[in-house]
């Protein structure tokens, strides 16, 4: 089982209206505290989506006996059958 993201993630989230539209919305930006890396959002919808994405990548796939796939968090060994 290989690693894929590290097992702490940490953001500046930050949030503000947008009333150019329409009808007002909110917009996000989330910018790595690891890397400074930044993220933009033209919903919260996007916005949940990627930290889902990250969330997900910080899981590992593993594989059963029988070919199937079983996805453990953070590393964490699966439990043993008894």
Do not use: C, I
């Not at 947008?18 to 930006?29: H, I, V």
């Amino acid at each position: 089982m290989s690693r894929k993201q590290a097992d702490y993630l940490s953001y500046l989230l930050r949030l503000w209206r947008d009333n150019d539209a329409q009808e007002a919305s909110w917009r996000a930006s989330l910018q790595s505290s690891l890397t400074g890396t930044r993220h933009s959002f033209a919903s919260l919808n996007d916005l949940f989506k990627f930290l889902q994405q990250q969330a997900d990548d910080n899981y590992d796939a593993d594989e059963n006996e029988d070919g199937t796939q079983v996805r453990q968090a953070n590393g964490e060994s699966p439990p043993s059958a008894l």
